[in-house]
């Protein structure tokens, strides 16, 4: 069974940075590509960036460009994702999502829970 | 980036009638790189359709998907008590990959 449990989610200040983690299990993590996705509680669904099963290629949506970095380490079956001067905007539900296959263009067949951030004073 | 509009916002419907929620894309979706994806209260979203057509794994054959170009459906047959969610479509043919508002299925 695909587990995914994200971690890091938090109360940040405006400006700072923080680092999300997904340990993901169940199934062959390096031969996957990987998505994060954010929801505002109540709202709809924003992908915010995905990664090739290798690191090689990813991308990212306009609003988070040049701030959000996301990377794995296949050898640790970790997803993350490196946030920097966060915005009030960002305050959100983030999920990692595995990808339907090696390739990053394709949609994301599991989910985690998510975890929170919060961006206020 | 492509903008995805999905009608109607919400649908009031009973158990076992049939529904056809609309995705309208502001360009063309390439290869029918669309997806849709259900959101029960308090879930993480779940896969539904792929390719625009194909079912993902363990999915009911009540949906069906169907489309290309810039427009696409998501019809449901007999609605069962747990179909009623909020529903999703997404691109992922042209980055940056984009979801649509939603469609709200609620009981009648």
């Known amino acids: 069974e695909v587990q995914l449990l994200e971690s890091g989610g938090g109360l940040v200040q405006p400006g700072r940075s923080l680092r999300l983690s997904c340990a993901a299990s169940?199934?062959?993590?390096?031969?996957?590509?990987m998505h994060w996705v954010r929801q505002v509680p109540g709202k709809g669904l924003e992908w915010v960036s995905g990664?090739?099963?290798?690191?090689?290629?990813?991308g990212y949506a306009d609003s988070v460009k040049g701030r959000f970095t996301i990377s794995r380490d296949n050898a640790k079956k970790s997803l993350y994702l490196q946030m920097n001067s966060l915005r009030a905007e960002d305050m959100a539900l983030y999920y990692c999502?595995?990808?339907?296959?090696?390739?990053?263009?394709?949609?994301?067949?599991?989910w985690g829970q998510g975890t929170l951030v919060i961006v206020s004073s | 980036e492509i903008v995805l509009t999905q009608s109607p916002g919400t649908l009031s419907l009973s158990p076992g009638e049939r529904t056809t929620l609309s995705c309208r894309a502001s360009q063309s979706v390439s290869s029918s790189s669309l997806a849709w994806y259900q959101q029960r209260p308090g879930q993480a979203p779940r896969l539904l359709i792929y390719g625009a057509s194909s079912r993902a794994t363990g999915i009911p054959d009540r949906f069906t998907g169907s489309g290309s170009g810039t427009d696409f459906t998501l019809t449901i047959s007999r609605l069962e008590p747990e179909d009623f969610a909020v529903y999703y479509c997404q691109q992922y043919g042209s980055s940056p990959f984009t979801f649509g508002p939603g469609t709200k299925v609620d009981i009648k």
């Open positions: 990664i090739s099963w290798n690191g090689d290629n990813a």
């Open positions: 169940g199934f062959m993590f390096g031969d996957y590509a």
């Open positions: 999502a595995k990808g339907f296959n090696s390739g990053w263009y394709h949609a994301a067949d599991s």
